[in-house]
Structure formats: structure tokens, C-alpha cells
């Protein structure tokens, strides 16, 4: 993983705000579809939901997932945003399987954020 690194911070934090991130995602996926569906959005949700999911498993039990409400509506956008987050930190600082999860989060810019 290439990017932006930063020394100290709790590489955990970051995963617990990606599982949040994601989860707005998938949210207003679903929100917005529900007024006016839309396949590529609907696949992001799902996507970002399956994701974060994965991303909650790296976490170890007691570790508290919920943060301040996310501002950012835009499913596009925090998956963007989600995908930025785990570029803080070199991979291996992060818990073992980490890297299956950067994985999907980069796909899902990829394959579904214009």
C-alpha cells in the first residue's frame, strides 16, 4: 500500500472509522436508491456493506467502533474517504487480513466510484 504515512495514532481508530465510514456508504445507498433506484449505487451499498463488515472483523473484541455522527452524504465520497483513511498508516501496522480489506475498499473506488 503507497500513500500518505503518519508515525503514532492507533492504526485501530482508523480501522473502527473506516467500518463507519463504509457504513454511511451503505446507508445512503440505500436512502437514495429507495427515491430513485440506481444499480451502480445499489452494488456500491451492498459493497460497502460486505466491506465493512470485514473490516469490523479485524477488530479486536472491546474495541469501540462507534465515533462522532459522519457528516459526508455522498456514498461515492466516503468510500473515497474510507479508502484515504487506510492510506495513513504503513499496512503492516495494521492487524493481520488487513490487506484482503484494503483490497476490497480499493476495488470499490475502483469499480464504483466515477
Do not use: K, Y
Not at 53 to 77: K, M, N, T, W, Y
Request: charge should be negative; charged fraction near 25%.
Amino acid at each position: 500500500m503507497t500513500g500518505t504515512t503518519q508515525d503514532g495514532g492507533n492504526e485501530l481508530e482508523v480501522l473502527a472509522a473506516v467500518v463507519r465510514l463504509l457504513g454511511r456508504a451503505a446507508d445512503r445507498a440505500v436512502e437514495i436508491s429507495s427515491v430513485e433506484p440506481d444499480l451502480l449505487l445499489e452494488c456500491l451499498g451492498l459493497g460497502a456493506r460486505i466491506t465493512a463488515g470485514r473490516v469490523a472483523g479485524l477488530l479486536p473484541e472491546g474495541v469501540e467502533i462507534d465515533g462522532p455522527p459522519v457528516a459526508q452524504s455522498d456514498p461515492f465520497e466516503l468510500v473515497r474517504a474510507a479508502e484515504a483513511l487506510m492510506r495513513t498508516h504503513p499496512l503492516e501496522q495494521f492487524p493481520p487480513g488487513t490487506a484482503h480489506v484494503v483490497v476490497e475498499v480499493c476495488d470499490l473506488v475502483r469499480e464504483h466510484c466515477p
